[in-house]
């Protein structure tokens, strides 16, 4: 989506405070004996008091009104009968449609007691989406993320998913620009352009380089095993750099 009027821009903003609120409100209740069923309809409830519908059920019919990953699970986890337990790593990723406008963000969390490794890998993760983030601007090359990202990655001496990409949001879920790299892809030549709204959403790990399928067609696992966070944003190109759309307030 490019944006071109101060009432899109208004509603963007609107749902992506909304998408943020839900996170906060969503990591707040996990505690080990939750299970993510439970915490799944936290979401849903805090989505639908404010007008919002789920962007996952509407768009590909996915099982649950968030995706919720637990440790070997790197995205697109089915909120279900699974229990949280003390020192789990879980991500929860919250999009959805208010007004006619999608917005899209996610992020990782550990449950105490939290391992130091795990600590710091939580931590960079944050650090390498907006390490990303800080490279939109309008003109500039869409490859400057995943280059700024991968740079990140490798001197701090984490691996990157590399089949999970960041995506064009706005009037759909998944739109143009499509297939937005987190990693350095010498086969990216286009550029940002004043407007553009896309996520930027990294998926920091401890060995991981590639997210495959399971048992059912939603869940992806990291290959070879090994624990990931992500940690996600919905971002407006301007003249004078990105504007973050799915904060809360």
């Avoid at 949280?84 to 449950?111: M, P």
């Avoid at 993760?125 to 990655?153: D, T």
Wanted: some cysteine; proline content about 6%; hydrophobic content about 40%.
């Amino acid at each position: 989506m490019t944006l071109n009027n101060d009432e899109d821009l208004e509603r963007l903003k609107e749902i992506g405070r909304i998408c943020a609120n839900t996170i906060q409100i969503m990591a707040a209740a996990l505690e080990p004996g939750i299970t993510t069923a439970e915490l799944d309809a936290i979401g849903r409830k805090v989505l639908e008091d404010a007008g919002a519908r789920s962007a996952p059920e509407l768009s590909y019919n996915f099982p649950g009104a968030t995706c919720i990953s637990v440790n070997e699970e790197v995205a697109h986890g089915i909120p279900g009968p699974r229990i949280i337990q003390a020192g789990d790593l879980v991500n929860i990723d919250v999009s959805a449609e208010k007004n006619g406008l999608f917005a899209d963000t996610g992020s990782s969390f550990a449950v105490p007691p939290v391992k130091p490794q795990i600590e710091r890998l939580c931590r960079d993760g944050k650090r390498a989406m907006w390490v990303g983030l800080n490279e939109v601007k309008a003109g500039k090359p869409l490859a400057s993320i995943g280059n700024a990202i991968g740079s990140f990655a490798r001197k701090n001496r984490y691996t990157l998913i590399t089949n999970l990409a960041s995506h064009g949001v706005g009037r759909s879920l998944h739109e143009e620009p499509t297939e937005i790299a987190t990693w350095p892809d010498k086969h990216e030549k286009r550029r940002m352009t004043e407007g553009m709204v896309f996520t930027v959403e990294p998926f920091l790990s401890l060995g991981a380089q590639w997210a495959e399928g399971g048992d059912d067609e939603w869940t992806l696992y990291s290959e070879p095993r090994a624990m990931t966070v992500q940690y996600e944003h919905t971002v407006i190109v301007t003249r004078s750099g990105p504007l973050v759309v799915t904060l809360p307030g």
